[in-house]
């Protein structure tokens, strides 16, 4: 059984910073790309940032300039790095590795979700 457990959330004022990480567990031979998604209330999910088991990477426009996406191999862990944070930022943030290979084959897995909200 794979989990991904997310950890990092919580309340900070505009202009600040937080950091999350998703670490995932369980029988793994490999994961190519890990991402971070982000879900708004009354809004659809959206891609916040991926990148590949290589170190390539991608950002929503959005977010360009202000997060960084970096990962450890070794541990199956990605993470989040969140700058200047802004007020339209808040929203749970979800962890996904769409491309986990286990014994009997290769699944997509999410985490549970963690909320991120920036207010004053």
């Known amino acids: 059984q794979v989990q991904l457990v997310e950890s990092g959330g919580g309340l900070v004022q505009p202009g600040g910073s937080l950091r999350l990480s998703c670490a995932a567990s369980?029988?793994?031979?490999?994961?190519?790309?890990m991402g971070w998604y982000r879900q708004a209330p009354g809004k659809e999910r959206e891609l916040v940032a991926a990148?590949?088991?290589?170190?390539?990477?991608n950002y929503a426009d959005s977010v360009k300039g202000r997060f960084t996406i970096s990962r450890d191999n070794a541990k199956n862990t990605v993470y989040l790095q969140m700058n200047s944070l802004k007020p339209e930022d808040t929203a749970v943030y979800y962890c996904?590795?769409?491309?986990?290979?286990?014994?009997?084959?290769?699944?997509?897995?999410w985490g549970q979700g963690t909320q991120v909200t920036v207010s004053s």
């Open positions: 990148i590949t088991s290589g170190g390539s990477t």
């Open positions: 369980g029988s793994i031979f490999s994961i190519n790309a």
């Open positions: 996904n590795a769409p491309t986990v290979v286990v014994t009997t084959g290769e699944y997509d897995y």
